[in-house]
């Protein structure tokens, strides 16, 4: 009788233990437990540590409320300026509601990655480039504010989502280059142009001080001199002073006169001088005028004398 009585305690004892390990659970610090019995949903959300259930009747679920980092596969689109890039990004976000993040979507890791790949492709098509690239912080909080609003719905937060590289062509890399490069450039210019224009204003107020103190730019001239023969270099410098130059300036025009007034006169050409006929004598001109009066008494005015004789 005690055999059967041990036998039956035995037995009672082996099926409260297997009961008991059928129905115990354990449910971790950062996971809630949802039971479904007889396929619907407990009210009871069962929180962390040790809960039992009821064995092949209630089936419990475990969600984890820790955040999840999930990042965005890289999408590419055209921007509102026509420049096509592609942009990935990372989301961060935990369950808040065990029940509806099991009841409500069918898997909700994989309803916020896709819904995060589309509102991405939508930042990407309503953005410029200038603002995928200098104002990420607003385009951040666009998109968390596009993924939240449905992921309330399915017992999900989304805790904040980052963009986190912005991959460019090559040919528009190589543009913005040459951008900055101007940029840059114009900038160099605009500074050197204003450090002109105060050093000029600085040298002409030097000047005005030298034109009234002589010496001043006698010293000036020295502590140069002083300044290139502290190098060790081969250069000899001779000043020459201003005063100098212009005393010959102004002696230049009035000795170039003196040397053109003191140069001899240039000899003029002579005019040619025409041949001179041999003297004739009286005899020979008493003769001939006599033949002449003779002509003209046998022929009249119509013999003309030669020109040789007109000349004579």
């Known amino acids: 009788m005690l ?48 809960t039992m259930i009821v064995p092949l009747v209630d089936r419990l679920h475990k969600v984890n409320m820790q955040i999840v980092t999930m990042p965005v596969p890289a999408q590419e689109g055209i921007t509102r300026d026509n420049v096509t890039v592609r942009v990935d990004a990372v989301v961060y976000f935990k369950v808040v509601d065990a029940a509806d993040a099991v009841v409500r979507v069918e898997d909700y890791k994989f309803a916020v990655s896709q819904m995060a790949q589309t509102s991405l492709r939508s930042i990407i098509g309503k953005s410029d480039l200038d603002d995928l690239l200098s104002n990420r912080e607003k385009l951040n909080q666009g998109l968390e504010l596009m993924l939240d609003s449905p992921a309330m719905g399915w017992g999900v937060a989304i805790d904040r989502v980052e963009i986190k590289d912005v991959s460019l062509p090559e040919t528009m890399k190589r543009s913005m280059a040459r951008q900055a490069e101007a940029d ?8 050197n142009a204003d450090a002109e224009l105060q050093a000029s204003k600085k040298l002409a107020e030097a000047a005005g001080v030298m034109a009234t103190q002589p010496a001043a730019l006698q010293l000036r001239l020295l502590q140069t001199v002083m300044a290139v023969s502290a190098e060790k270099n081969s250069t000899l410098v001779l000043p020459i002073p201003v005063e100098l130059l212009r005393f010959l300036e102004r002696a230049t025009p009035a000795g170039a006169a003196d040397a053109v007034s003191s140069m001899p006169p240039v000899p003029q050409p002579l005019p040619p001088v025409s041949p001179v006929s041999p003297p004739l004598s009286e005899a020979y001109l008493k003769g001939r005028a006599a033949a002449e009066e003779a002509i003209d008494d046998l022929t009249g005015s119509s013999v003309e004398p030669t020109t040789q004789e007109t000349e004579a």
């Open 3 to 50: 055999e059967e009585v041990l036998m039956a305690a035995a037995g009672a004892a082996a099926v409260l233990a297997v009961y008991a390990g059928a129905a115990a659970r354990v449910v971790k610090q950062y996971e809630r437990g949802v039971v479904f019995r007889f396929g619907r949903l407990r009210s009871d959300v069962r929180s962390p540590g040790f």
């Open 184 to 191: 840059r450039e114009r900038r160099a210019r605009v500074i």
